[in-house]
């Protein structure tokens, strides 16, 4: 009888294990499982300690007993592998709860240990109010302090699971502080994506340390005492650790399987590693990224248990392979949705990939349908074919869905040219005729036909001291808030008044609006009047201001601060694009 | 200077008339609108009627006075096109405002008038208070007589306008009489995903008359009397006819143009008309289906706005083309959502087309976080390749993102293994790491693997004598509910009791449980111990329950009533397929 030994019982490992047993009533399966839970629920631990989850049964998926009841596993919980032996096909087990140790043969080894919570060099960082947020007894531990009382915590770490844990310590009413290394919240996003997530966190009571790092924490009559890298420094209960995982790796390093160069697990398309009797899957292997073709490391759930599943199909002899990681991934922040699929422009310009973007605010469904609000949705695409390399997407309702649907497009290689021909779900309650998904791809199908030339935040500083910058929004909306130096036309007056503008023909003109609709209507009239280098700002005012908010501050050089709240969405709701 | 004239000013027309702007400023473009308003949002008449409109001039999306402004368009209301002239190119326009008549030359002409409410040949049917919902004053006047105080009305028809507008007045606390051809509502729907829809209609007071018609309309003190094909009459206040619509087509038969076999005008891809100067975009035009390729008529705000575009493209010369319209959609009933976007069975079986099916019930999101419940999707498929042929969903939370995503993959030629490797955005409040799209994917993939045989619920009745049905619940789900005369061995029990059905090897074994998950382990063990004839019911108890209360109704041959509110979710929570 073969004997399949998996070292892990969540994601991947469980995954592989259950499906190994559909597939095979006679193989002999044993989990190897650490920690004393096997595929419970770490997506949901944020929600528990928050309240969102009341009941904690609620996470514990499935026990070891139901497990051996439908699938006929031997799942032991409690019991590390400390060693490996691949000339023996063998594993030498540390049981826990009879503090015992065994050697445990293998036919076949599954390495699905996942990943481990990084923990930055810094002084003082063992303190034992210093906790990670991993496993179940992470959350209980966490749980504890703030139900005892906790007043104050530090959440290191502004991605995923930190910021779930700020809105969760925040519904329970703590006060809490947010310090994150790079400059902006969700640095997986492009930072000028991060800006409403950012205010939306502060609007909820989070306090931002942005752009700095603890560099040291220190017991204050047992509290815990962080010191950041300004200088300031932060008394709080607890801290929660969130600056990122690395892959456990170590039992691999060991019997030298080969890595690769992200330090995750080296495998093939079959989820073998180097040695042909050991699998690998889940947070601890190196992907292919769909879209950039480079190692990388993604550790999210869906790929895990896909890659899991994958195994258990080798193991039987099937053929399946997998793929490649595109990163797709979301995160609730209070009322705020956000997410990416795909790659982002700080890692194309890392590469030194050739790329095209457009930005857009549409309505997550008809605006005159209540409950709605303007989503922020930036696409990324190949300047010679139009190929969607990477999505982003910030708003309240729908941003979700509009995520799923540009991940579908990019597995399926789609165009931004596909992206205009969808044909997706529309009644008022849940979209618009044309949903932001095709207006993105009209959009994007008119830059690269040459309909439209757009000019970007980013550029506003390289701006010459000749180029004209044309404002065709009304009055007020220019008393409100303006380019410092801009020229204001109306569109509507913009037929009329052309002639104005004609002795600045030869002078680059940069016309923006607040979404960029009026300013595309007067990008089109300009050039057909004989207008050469003009370019319409791409996302509008909405997306320059989000853009100089985050990186220079409310009221750097020359950009005066502007409301969101106040953004004019009449243009958008009038018309497509 | 080219003159464009174009015929309606709603969806096709006014995106060909706002996109031929963009593209040049020369041209003149004349829209004839016949009605009132132009560019309303028509998706929203019954909301403002209900009530989640408040504000009528929402709906009101545009003027004339803003198009002629913003997009220099010269838009003429309640001006109808009365005859063409294809020699001399010219419209023969009545200006109701005026009075008048005029002659209007066209270098181009447009045909976008979309689509007329059908009126069944039913005596008493030209009555004052027998209404259509297709404009703003259609709307009007139901919300006057709502308002004035009106108990009871009726709906003819129960696709997708005849439900909105049945919600809406029950909104208004009226006494709502549905009557529908079908028996079932949402025709679009196969009968048995219609079932949950109709009854949460029953649980919010809509009275449904399904399978019969009106045969007479009469007049009763100002009040009007509707009679059915069962004899039973119904007095009500008025009575809104949402029975389909057709394509308004006088005008082109007037002149000679092709029509297709559906009555709709043939166009070829460009939306070229069968002379060459007359354009047709929207609910007027012949489609080809994307998944059959048969030619159909879609009315759907969607494509009508692409194909004015497209329109609006040829005109300037562009390339850009039409292929297949998918007929995605999606319904707002009460609390719940359902749609549908590709082909449907019934469809599948008039064309005497090959298909495979699977049924699934996931929760909108992962189970342990609140705010969700199971959504029953159908998947449809190409039994030689896996293509996705099309998808029905009804449920509470995340169907229409799920049904985007589906049109998504067919509008991509997608097969059912593509599904399994999609990577969907996951966080618990909107989704599960095993995404309800990614699980359907499994289903079908396992079935045209030979990894599973399912047996369906229309299958029921032509079981032999000798069939084992086999319950593979526990002893108080089967005390519940269960198949008359069906063996009881729960899974937990299968491995140890599986000689006990030994002796039965030799007849068919029909297996289920309630959501159909236990049931496939069920099946995976009874093949492996050498089982053969062996399947595992589709969609369980749930979907038969579906079918059987639609077709049969309560208490029908042999099917007891099961309520669907204790349906047992539990496995499914479990773990995956």
Redesign the interface.
């Known amino acids: 009888m073969k004997r399949v030994v998996i070292i892990g019982g969540v ?1 991947a490992g ?2 592989a294990a ?1 499906r190994l047993r ?5 193989v002999s399966i044993v989990v190897l499982e650490r920690d004393r839970y096997v ?1 419970y ?1 770490n ?2 631990l944020p ?1 528990h300690i928050g309240g ?2 009341p009941d904690r049964e ?2 514990l ?2 026990t070891p007993e ?1 497990l051996r ?4 596993l031997d799942v032991r919980t409690e019991h590390e592998v400390i060693a490996i032996d691949r000339e023996a096909q063998t594993v030498e087990v540390h049981d826990h709860q009879r503090g015992s140790r065994y050697t445990e043969a293998y036919d076949i080894l599954v390495l699905a240990q996942g990943a481990a919570p990084l923990r930055p060099p810094v002084p003082g960082i063992d303190h034992p109010r210093v906790f990670t947020l991993r496993s179940m007894p992470d959350m209980d531990a966490i749980k504890a302090i703030v139900d005892g009382g906790a007043e104050r915590a530090i959440v290191v770490g502004g991605s ?1 699971i930190g910021v ?1 844990v700020a809105e969760a310590l925040r519904e329970r009413q703590l006060d809490v502080h947010l310090i994150e290394l790079q400059d902006q919240v969700m640095p997986l996003l492009d930072i000028e994506m991060a800006t409403d997530l950012r205010y939306h966190m502060e609007l909820h009571g989070v306090t931002l340390h942005l752009g700095t790092a603890a560099t040291s924490c220190a017991d204050v009559d047992g509290r815990i005492a962080v010191t950041l890298r300004t200088g300031e420094t932060i008394v709080a209960d607890f801290v929660v650790l969130a600056a990122g995982v690395r892959p456990i790796t170590s039992l691999a390093q060991q019997i030298g399987l080969a890595l690769g160069t992200t330090g995750g697990i080296k495998v093939d398309a079959t989820m073998r590693t180097s040695d042909p009797h050991i699998y690998a899957a889940g947070d601890m292997v190196e992907v292919i990224d ?1 879209v950039t073709g480079e190692p990388t490391l993604v550790a ?7 890659q899991g599943r994958i195994v258990a199909d080798q193991i039987c002899g099937r053929d399946s392979t997998y ?1 490649t ?8 922040i209070f009322a705020m ?1 956000g ?1 990416a ?1 795909g790659t982002s422009e700080k890692t194309l310009r890392r590469l030194g990939r050739a790329y095209r973007k457009v930005y857009l605010h549409p309505a997550g469904h ?1 605006s ?3 409950g709605t609000a303007p989503m922020h949705i930036k696409l990324l695409f190949a300047p010679e074919d139009g190929r969607v390399l990477g999505a982003q997407i910030v708003g309240y309702d729908g941003v ?2 509009r ?3 540009l ?3 990019i ?2 290689g ?1 165009t931004v040219f ?1 992206l ?12 618009s ?3 932001p998904v ?1 207006m993105a791809g009209f959009l994007a199908a008119n830059l690269l036909r040459g ?1 439209v030339a757009f000019w970007y935040p980013d550029e506003y500083e390289q701006q010459s001291a000749t180029t004209v910058f044309l404002d065709v929004r009304g009055p007020q909306e220019y008393a409100q808030w303006h380019i410092p130096g801009a020229v204001n036309i109306p ?2 007056e913009l ?1 009329s008044r052309v002639e104005e503008l004609r002795p600045l023909n030869a002078k680059p003109m940069r016309i923006y609006c607040m979404v960029g609709f ?1 300013s ?2 007067a990008y ?2 300009l050039r ?2 004989g207008f050469e280098d003009v370019a319409t700002l791409a996302g509008g005012g909405r997306t320059f201001t989000s853009f100089y908010r985050t990186t220079l501050a409310t009221g750097a050089p020359g950009i005066p601060f502007v409301s969101h709240a106040e953004e004019d969405l009449a243009a958008q ?4 694009q």
């Open positions: 994601a469980m995954s259950a559909r597939l095979d009533e006679e595929s629920a997506c949901g929600y969102a989850i609620q996470l998926v499935v139901h009841a439908t699938l006929n995923y779930e769909t999210l759930a869906g790929p895990a248990n896909r793929t990681t595109q990163g797709t991934a979301v995160v609730k949705t997410g699929t008809a005159y349908y209540p979700d869905k995520l799923d649907v991940a579908t497009a597995r399926a789609m596909d205009e021909r969808l044909e997706l779900a529309y009644a008022p309650p849940y979209g005729a044309k949903d095709n309909d569109l509507t037929r009026r595309y209507l089109r009239i057909q009047h709701m009038l018309l497509d």
